[in-house]
């Protein structure tokens, strides 16, 4: 457990530093964000979705704020056509994190941790925890860019790392996107705090079958 810990510190900072640099510069702002897509919806509500999706694929490089990006998707385009876009954003992310730290990580992986037993460990305690995880990951800012990231580089079946993530991340996008109108854009708590708590009752859901599905075996 130490050495994934190691691994996912190593990640965060990683990511982390990216904000801070996002927000000394000023480059992306939440009300930069909502000017590029006041703007954008002036021409075609195409443009919108392209600026929702690219600043969100974005977000595996430079952290970027996704829930207020989400937000801004369903004021501006609407729940159907916002969740389509958000959704389209978060896993062209999360697919290129997976597919460019499976291909790289490894390499990674001993430049971190150089002992062998230590890295065999990070991936078997991975394939213990890191469905839920990843499940969890919504509830938490630069945790989904990370837990994709350690998906790769233990060699996650995509299968099980793309069945977790959706679980976690299609009822965040349809309530994050769908309570804008409710709560108004300039006063977002409502969906925020409905947002991380679908999430948290999923992951519940998912502790009490994974416990009786234990129980049974005994």
């Known amino acids: ?24 510069t000023g480059v992306i702002t939440p009300g ?43 004021y501006f385009l609407g729940h159907t056509q916002g969740a389509i876009a958000v959704f389209a954003g978060m896993l062209l992310a999360a697919t290129t994190g997976y597919a460019v730290s499976y291909r790289y990580g490894p390499f990674v992986l001993r430049r971190i941790i150089s002992d062998e037993k230590k890295s065999l460990e990070v991936k078997e305690t991975f394939d213990q ?15 989904p860019e990370v837990t994709a990231c350690l998906a790769g580089i233990t060699r996650m079946r995509f299968l099980r790392f793309f069945t977790a993530w959706s679980i976690g991340t299609i009822p965040y996008v349809l309530i994050a996107t769908y309570e804008v109108p409710i709560s108004s854009i300039k006063a977002p708590n409502p969906a925020i705090f409905t947002a991380i708590g679908i999430t948290t009752v999923l992951w519940l859901a998912w502790l009490i079958l994974q416990t009786k599905k234990k129980r049974a075996t005994i």
């Open 1 to 24: 457990m130490k050495s994934l810990l190691k691994l996912a510190t190593v990640l965060m900072l990683f990511f982390a530093s990216t904000f801070l640099v996002v927000q000394a």
């Open 32 to 74: 930069k964000i909502e000017t590029w897509l006041e703007t954008a919806k002036n021409i075609s509500p195409l443009y919108v979705m392209g600026i929702v999706v690219g600043l969100l694929f974005a977000d595996l490089f430079i952290a970027v704020p996704t829930l207020t990006i989400t937000i801004f998707a369903g």
């Open 129 to 143: 925890h890191g469905f839920t995880t990843i499940l969890l990951a919504r509830a938490l800012p630069i945790l």
